[in-house]
């Protein structure tokens, strides 16, 4: 029997229904239209699903979108404000954290809640921090140097973009 | 992958969540982190006709010392494990073993309840709670009951709880001074299961004997395994290197594990010495 279900997402509240064996990723991308956030694995690996329900990160293919009742979710759509990117999104283009891009929003909206927790990460944190986000691109040294140009740019430290390393 | 079509119950009271356990039977699944039953349901392995989300009871996620007991609430997630303040100081166990279960998403899910209530011998919590000497506590129609963790894993994927019982609670003696605790396990990759772990917790007192010992082992037998033998040959000894030797190559003996892409049995017997090893000698270093 179909549930009727509340969530907010990206701050607009919205009533939906959904079988309870709909994947929250399936509800994000088929029912919402926001496909930013990515399948990848489907076997909760990979962390292209990220999204932030209740400010935590999750994989949203390991979890049902019934279990969202009430809560707020926060894909990569909802990351920036007018069009602007956020610090983030602005680190992975400056050092050149993305080839593909497949893995990205789960890379971002990952390290948005490791910078909450740890607002000045060292390298080795932020390498255990994105340790459930796989990229077969990069080599992840790029991806590391935008999380600690976020992070600087947060703390309000003067950044620089990075000669980008290809590996 | 989809599950198939399933029943959703989300009860916000303990008495609610037993009723629909006693109305439905086997037919229905607690769900708590979800990490584990979720992609068996999304494989097909498992299709229960009706999931019982126990997220939304208030009152079963809390870590807190009562009375020389650390009591740990069955929907405490893994990350909650992970950095709290009283587990880092009293039990480092925990951070050495949470921080080995999967990856951060993961562990913003996964509960350590669901984690024992699975009855996977490839959990990491299992064989902590075997060298901690944990109490499980399961709630049930008639009320509480307490499971030594001893008597808790009867199998594969199978453990003490009744089909009307739910975990509620973890039980731990707080040890005394003197105690050290350690985990750790090999893997491939991270977040990978483990080809073999060992967990140790110990005491010493000021002669330098091993007053009390728990070493639990993870993924390398049906269940579950506490190393017995091992921890007779160490309890009221010294803790000399001779002594801990003979002790991980008991464990390494005495251990069943099955050959698969992690290891043949061989290698899988000969990384169970030499985690026992390290981990009695970092728990060791601990109690210091």
Same mark, same amino acid.
């Given at each position: 029997m179909n549930k009727q279900i509340t969530v907010t997402v990206n701050g607009t509240q919205q009533t939906l229904e959904v079988e309870p064996r709909t994947l929250l990723v399936h509800m994000i991308r088929e029912i919402l239209n926001l496909t930013g956030t990515h399948i990848g694995c489907?076997?909760?690996?990979? =962390?292209?699903?990220t999204i932030l329900m209740d400010d935590k990160s999750v994989k949203s293919c390991t979890v049902l979108a019934v279990q969202a009742n009430g809560k707020s979710i926060t894909t990569i759509e909802g990351v920036s404000t007018e069009g602007a990117m956020n610090p983030l999104q602005e680190g992975f283009k400056e050092n050149h954290g993305l080839h593909c891009g497949f893995c990205t929003p789960g890379m971002i909206m990952r390290a948005t809640e490791l910078l909450v927790n740890n607002p000045n990460p060292t390298e080795d944190e932020i390498r255990w921090g994105i340790s459930g986000n796989l990229c077969?691109?990069? =080599?992840y040294n790029n991806i590391v140097k935008a999380i600690l140009y976020a992070s600087a740019k947060m703390r309000g430290v003067p950044t620089a973009s990075t000669e980008p390393e290809f590996v | 992958m989809i599950a198939a079509s399933f029943e959703y119950d989300a009860p916000s009271t303990l008495e609610e969540a037993i009723g629909l356990l006693q109305q439905h039977g086997e037919d229905a699944k607690i769900l708590s982190g979800g990490h584990s039953l979720i992609p068996m349901m999304k494989l097909r392995l498992a299709s229960p006709e009706r999931v019982i989300d126990i997220?939304?009871?208030?009152?079963l996620s809390y870590i807190r010392e009562e009375g020389g007991v650390l009591k740990i609430g069955a929907v405490t997630r893994e990350s909650e494990l992970e950095h709290s303040e009283l587990l880092k100081k009293k039990f480092p166990i925990f951070a050495d073993v949470t921080k080995l279960i999967a990856d951060p998403q993961v562990r913003n899910m996964g509960t350590i309840g669901g984690n024992l209530a699975h009855g996977d011998a490839a959990n990491d919590h299992p064989a902590a709670m075997l060298a901690l000497r944990a109490t499980v506590i399961a709630t049930g129609p008639g009320g509480k009951r307490s499971i030594p963790i001893d008597e808790f894993f009867l199998g594969f994927y199978t453990?003490?709880?009744?089909?009307?019982e739910i975990l509620t609670e973890i039980q731990i003696p707080v040890p005394s001074k003197g105690t050290g605790s350690a985990y750790h396990k090999l893997e491939?990759?991270?977040?990978?299961?483990?080809?073999a772990g060992t967990a140790v917790q110990l005491t010493i007192n000021d002669k330098g004997i091993c007053t009390t010992i728990g070493i639990g082992l993870t993924n390398v037998n049906p269940i579950p395994l506490r190393a017995t033998r091992s921890e007779q040959a160490l309890l009221n000894k010294p803790l000399t290197d001779e002594n801990i030797a003979a002790a991980a190559q008991m464990a390494s003996e005495d251990c069943n594990p099955s050959a698969d892409l992690r290891g043949d049995v061989e290698y899988k017997r000969a990384m169970v010495a030499v985690l026992v090893k390290r981990m009695i000698k970092k728990a060791i270093e601990r109690a210091k």
């Open positions: 489907d076997t909760t690996s990979c =962390g292209a699903c077969r691109c990069t =080599g | 997220n939304g009871i208030p009152g453990t003490a709880l009744e089909q009307t491939r990759k991270v977040g990978d299961y483990a080809t």
